[in-house]
């Protein structure tokens, strides 16, 4: 049986450093009723939490690989899927849970992926940072800083060919802006007149690489090199990146324009896991962040005063979400693996439909 | 039958299945106004307009990867490479995406786009621009890879090409643009994964693809010709996947083998053959499995000795006497 989750309770912010949300007058926020403001604090509760348990099932020697968690970024991926309509899309890199569970993935189907299970999202085949789910219009997860942005601008390309009004939020890191082929899809997307949202997580570090360090001026503003339209928003606070991204992304829908924007935020724990962080960074710079930026405890706030949560349904949520965690880890440990048969399966369409099958010859060579 | 350029038969591949299904667009540097680097997409752009016909900038990786992604939402993007050459600077976008997705997605996403461009030296262009990188491709499982001889291949094996939800990387060659062939009239597809014998004999099996095709064939003339040997001359079509049976049904008939490719040996498509023939029909074989590729050196510019590198029909001739011997 796997461990339970009773992780330290997280450090309340200070209520006197996080003044109330300068963007919750926002139409987009103004429209939220009460049951969609808790649940936008409930997403974000229910990543941490998954992302905490998962942590201690890797320490365990569940998980396998790389886990790079979200924690500290989630008002980012919440706030921007939560704008999300029948034609927009999400792709991310490798940091990829917290968007999976604001797209409404299962917190069984992405524990079981890191677990390497048979019911895992991919089947166990891509891991902790290639989860897809196309029926909700999650494209993944992709490994390769960066190699996600051109694909991100295809979906785009993909919405307007169809006639459809809808937009593609591709999302990077930091460290990715300086890829050429981030750089080959801006010029596409600003030529093309995409509706394509490039979206900059900002945690202020590639792997042990500050941004300082790493790149040449202000991150979104490159897009003015290429026409476009740019800006930033403040990924601490969930009603700030939705007002934000709420008008970029009708900008995308309904004239088809491109933009860049990058997003503040951080990241508390380390890089990956094997991270041990402490080379980069000052402690104290992590404990500040915490302290007085946290996402959940700022929006927690937030809706305590606007009388819309109290502190009694808070820990309800937070215990739910440790609960749900807690079963998806017992659902993952409970799962079996893949066989051996399965390594080639998922490989070719055509082999998985020997029916229609067109082609002939050999496809795999054992 | 209608006689055709190898050429004209791809844009009539392009151009029927434009037509037939709205979700094809091609896309590729100078194939609209320019009418295509080597005139191969010459009047689509006039016929079926930009929406369909989308010239890009210079940016393989920028505009591939945009293919790929619109290829998981359903389009059908045929995107042609100037040269198959170019494919290294978009190769995260074909080799890690394209070739990758839908196994990370346990099955969940498909990727149908064809890329296609001539891949061939001869044209003394050096070796920036004559790669052949079929052996490269083929090493990713997800991908299929085809590298026609024939004008009437390469409009049928396109046809299935675009038509499949694989991914599929389509080899054409610069010398056999102006080649001419008869090409069946109306819908003339020709399945991937099935080879052809381009000649019958029964004392020596050349297996080859691509241009190879040719050369291996004007060898066979004048191995009959001069030496009386009878040679059968197996074009695979497609190298993944790869009709083997084909290729021993063959063996089982001569009993001799030789491989020629326009591909540096080094773990070659050759190579793999070489390996798998001896596995299957050991005990058919007479004599050990012979080679012909380029002259294992990156691609030299000289004109005249550039020749001498590739395969050519007096090179096939030697190895294949060697072969007989
Ligand atoms: C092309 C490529 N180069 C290097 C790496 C190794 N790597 C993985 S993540 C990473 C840092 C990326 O940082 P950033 O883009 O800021 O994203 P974050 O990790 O902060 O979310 C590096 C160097 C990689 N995966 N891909
Ligand atoms: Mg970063």
């Not at chain 1, 596409?188 to 007149?193: H, K």
């Not at chain 2, 063959?250 to 023939?277: C, D, N, W």
């Not at chain 2, 004109?303 to 006497?321: D, G, I, M, T």
């Amino acid at each position: 049986m796997t461990k339970k989750t009773n992780a330290s309770a997280d450090k309340k912010a200070d209520a006197s450093v996080t003044p109330t949300s300068t963007s919750a007058s926002a139409p987009i926020n103004q429209r939220l009723g009460k049951e969609e403001r808790i649940e936008l604090y409930r997403t974000m509760l229910r990543i941490r939490r998954f992302e905490e348990r998962s942590l201690r099932a890797y320490q365990a020697k569940k998980i396998g690989g790389f886990l790079h968690l979200y924690i500290g970024q989630e008002a980012v991926a919440v706030g921007c899927c939560s704008l999300m309509g029948p034609n927009d899309h999400v792709i991310t890199a490798y940091r990829d849970h917290g968007h999976a569970i604001a797209v409404g993935m299962g917190l069984n189907e992405l524990m079981a992926e890191l677990f390497g299970k048979a019911t895992g999202c991919s089947k166990g085949k891509g891991g902790s940072m290639h989860y897809f789910a196309p029926d909700r219009n999650y494209w993944g997860g992709h490994g390769i800083v960066g190699g996600q942005i051109p694909l991100g601008t295809g979906l785009a390309y993909a919405v307007k060919y169809k006639g459809l009004k809808g937009a593609a939020m591709a999302f990077m890191g930091d460290g990715a802006v300086n890829q050429g082929a981030v750089h080959e899809a801006y010029n596409l997307a600003s030529l093309w007149q995409l509706p394509v949202i490039f979206v900059i997580e900002n945690n202020g570090y590639s792997m042990g690489t500050s941004q300082q360090r790493s790149s040449a001026g202000d991150l979104a503003k490159r897009a003015e090199g290429y026409n476009m339209s740019w800006g930033t928003c403040n990924g601490h606070d969930v009603y700030d990146v939705r007002a934000v991204m709420d008008r970029f992304l009708r900008q995308a829908r309904e004239e088809s324009k491109p933009a860049i924007i990058e997003i503040r935020t951080y990241r508390y724990r380390g890089h990956s896991v094997a991270d041990p962080d402490n080379t980069y960074r000052a402690k104290a710079e992590i404990e500040e962040y915490r302290r007085t930026k946290d996402p959940i405890q700022v929006f927690q706030h937030q809706l305590l005063s606007e009388g819309v949560l109290t502190e009694a349904d808070a820990a309800q949520i937070d215990q739910a979400a440790r609960t749900e965690a807690d079963a998806a880890a017992d659902f993952a440990e409970a799962s079996p693996f893949p066989t051996p048969d399965d390594i080639q399966k998922d490989v070719y369409w055509e082999a998985d439909h020997p029916a229609e099958r067109k082609s002939q010859g050999r496809l795999f060579f054992n | 039958m209608p006689v055709l350029t190898y050429r004209e038969a791809i844009r009539h591949a392009l151009a029927e299945e434009l037509e037939r299904d709205s979700s094809v667009v091609v896309l590729g540097e100078e194939v609209g106004q320019f009418n295509g680097a080597y005139k191969v997409t010459e009047g689509l752009l006039a016929k079926f307009g930009p929406k369909r016909i989308v010239d890009t900038p210079i940016s393989e990786a920028g505009f591939i990867g945009l293919g790929v992604g619109a290829s998981m939402l359903g389009i059908r993007p045929v995107m042609e490479l100037m040269f198959w050459s170019f494919y290294s600077v978009a190769f995260d976008q074909i080799l890690n995406n394209a070739a990758n997705v839908r196994y990370m997605s346990g099955g969940l996403i498909n990727c149908p786009i064809v890329i296609r461009g001539p891949a061939n030296g001869g044209t003394n262009v050096g070796a920036t621009h004559s790669h052949t990188p079929e052996n490269v491709l083929a090493n990713h499982p997800g991908v299929k890879v085809v590298v026609p001889s024939t004008a009437a291949d390469a409009k049928g094996l396109l046809k299935s090409a675009i038509r499949d939800n694989d991914p599929v990387f389509f080899l054409e060659n610069t010398l056999l643009y102006g080649e001419k062939g008869e090409v069946p009239e109306g819908e003339h597809v020709v399945p991937l994964g099935l080879a052809d014998v381009k000649r019958a004999g029964t004392d020596l099996t050349i297996v080859t693809y691509g241009r190879s095709v040719l050369h291996s064939l004007a060898a066979a003339e004048i191995l009959q010709r001069d030496h009386g040997a009878s040679v059968e001359v197996v074009d695979l079509r497609t190298i993944r996947p790869l009709d083997l049976d084909t290729v021993l049904a063959s063996v089982a008939k001569t009993h001799r083998v030789l491989i020629v490719e326009e591909q540096k040996p080094f773990a070659s498509v050759g190579s793999q053959l070489a390996y798998m023939i001896q596995r299957e029909a050991f005990d058919e074989l007479d004599a050990p499995i012979h080679r012909l590729a380029t002259v294992d050196a990156p691609a030299i510019y000289s004109p005249p000795v550039e020749v001498e590198q590739l395969p050519n029909p007096s090179r096939v001739l030697k190895a294949a006497l060697e072969a007989l011997a």
